[in-house]
């Protein structure tokens, strides 16, 4: 049977640059590697319990309620400040949680992300790509090995996911069609930019890949939006170049609400959300237990849709 | 096209001491059969080269670990066949009602019709007869690969045949 496959040169030349840094980075597996890593498993459990009951660790919830201000503390979160759906993925699965504090659990996808417009969700699991509506029904599903970080862009007549697996970046039309390699990728979650532009890491730098042209450059990103920096045990969140809130231990993420006017703080080391208006008035709401309202700590997928 | 059992056996020693390049004539020489063994099981482009592509990161895991003396062709396709049929069966469970591949034509050649019929038999099928009449194993060397009874093999591949004349026919 003679026969060539569809795209067999490029896909060779693409699982090239794939297995060529797997081999760079492969090491002969010794005896002490093997079972050096329980011990510093071990090392490091017992440093984190160390530091959930020393007086640092103490301090979190006690700079916490410094912060908060015990008359804006919420046990636990009973709405959002601010209009539209929260997507967050963790241990616990993948929920929305709408502007009431209702919740709903989609499932148990690793990762997630809103379609354009908020109607329906790009999920992943081991072995598939998943497209869910908000009531968490399976609207279509692509088998992939290992799909991660989904990113959902377009109009409402035409969208496009771009996603991660096999070491590659794909890009699907959003009614799971058209599935199309695009080229070796970094595990790092690609990012649409205006004019169906896909920017990810091939592992050397960033990339740009021009979805209507087929061209690829090489780019840079400008951060963007507020952040969060790091300093002397101390996490700052940093908006428009002022320090809108300050705590202590580490800062998840911070993700701005859809009108714009509210950053959502997430906090793992306290198990809180924190909600701050920047103002003025300057405005603070916290929502804590987190990890027990979603089955562990989630990180959040997106805040979406206003309206 | 792969080498000699000499070429090759020094390519993986070679490989084994560090040498990227005699790993990459490995990979070279591996490529085209493995991914179109994958492809035929799957008929998913995408899913071949993610298949494929993993079985060469396994391979790059146990390389250490191989024993020379023994060809690497097999031992990779061991690896991608079992597993694209474990995604042929993934998938067949639930269906997409969706072509990831360009369609096949109004009027298809003679071996895009064997190939698509090929396509409707079972995973199971596909496997044995991609490796009997692509990579050219031995119904025994297939039993072996897949760890089935050599019967059972020869059942698949009749089974397979059969069906595949009755359909073309």
């Known amino acids: 049977m003679k026969f060539e496959a569809p795209g067999e040169r490029a896909a060779e030349d693409r699982a090239w640059a794939v297995v060529r840094h797997a081999y760079a980075e492969r090491e002969p597996v010794a005896w002490p590697r093997r079972h050096a890593r329980p011990l510093v498993a071990g090392a490091l459990v017992a440093a984190a319990v160390a530091a959930v009951l020393s007086p640092p660790g103490r301090s979190v919830v006690h700079s916490l309620r410094k912060a908060v201000g015990v008359q804006h503390a919420q046990t636990e979160l009973s709405s959002l400040p601010a209009p539209g759906r929260l997507l967050v993925s963790g241990p616990g699965g993948t929920w929305i949680v709408n502007q009431d504090g209702s919740r709903r659990r989609l499932g148990s996808y690793r990762d997630a992300a809103w379609s354009p417009h908020g109607l329906f969700v790009a999920a992943t699991k081991p072995s598939e790509l998943v497209a869910l509506d908000p009531k968490g029904n399976v609207r279509w599903t692509l088998p992939r090995r290992s799909p991660r970080f989904p990113a959902w862009t377009g109009t409402r007549a035409d969208t496009r996911i771009a996603y991660l697996s096999g070491g590659k970046l794909h890009v699907v039309a959003g009614d799971g069609t058209g599935d199309r390699t695009i080229g070796p990728a970094a595990a790092v979650p690609p990012v649409w930019r205006p004019g169906r532009v896909i920017v990810y890491s091939d592992g050397h730098g960033l990339v740009a890949y021009d979805l209507l042209s087929g061209s690829f450059r090489h780019t840079t990103l400008r951060p963007a939006g507020p952040a969060i920096r790091r300093r002397a045990g101390l996490s700052e969140v940093v908006s428009h170049r002022r320090v809108v809130f300050r705590g202590t231990g580490t800062f998840g993420q911070v993700v701005r609400s859809p009108d714009g006017r509210w950053l959502l703080v997430t906090w793992p080391t306290a198990d809180q959300w924190v909600f701050v208006r920047p103002g003025p008035p300057r405005h603070i709401v916290g929502g804590s237990r987190v990890s027990s309202q979603f089955g562990g700590f989630p990180r959040i997928e997106g805040w979406c849709c206003a309206g | ?169």
């Not at chain 2, 492809?39 to 079985?55: F, N, P, S």
């Not at chain 2, 009997?132 to 093999?153: C, D, K, S």
Request: glycine share 6%; charged share 35%.
């Open chain 2, 1 to 169: 096209m792969a080498g000699s059992g000499r070429d090759e056996r020094a390519w993986v020693r070679r490989a084994q001491a560090g040498s990227q390049t005699d790993f990459e004539a490995l990979f070279r020489a591996h490529w085209g059969p493995a991914y179109r063994a994958a492809y035929l099981v799957v008929r998913d482009a995408a899913a071949a080269e993610d298949i494929a592509q993993e079985g060469f990161i396994a391979a790059v895991r146990a390389l250490d670990r191989f024993d020379r003396r023994r060809p690497f062709g097999p031992w990779l396709h061991r690896i991608v066949v079992n597993r694209a049929i474990d995604w042929a069966r993934a998938r067949a469970l639930r269906p997409e009602g969706e072509a990831v591949d360009a369609p096949a034509p109004d009027r298809p050649e003679r071996d895009d019709e064997l190939l698509h019929e090929l396509g409707r038999l079972t995973p199971e099928h596909r496997a044995v007869i991609v490796l009997r009449y692509l990579l050219e194993y031995t119904p025994g060397e297939i039993a072996e690969l897949l760890e089935l009874p050599r019967g059972t093999v020869n059942s698949r591949l009749r089974r397979g045949l059969d069906s595949l004349k009755e359909r073309l026919e």
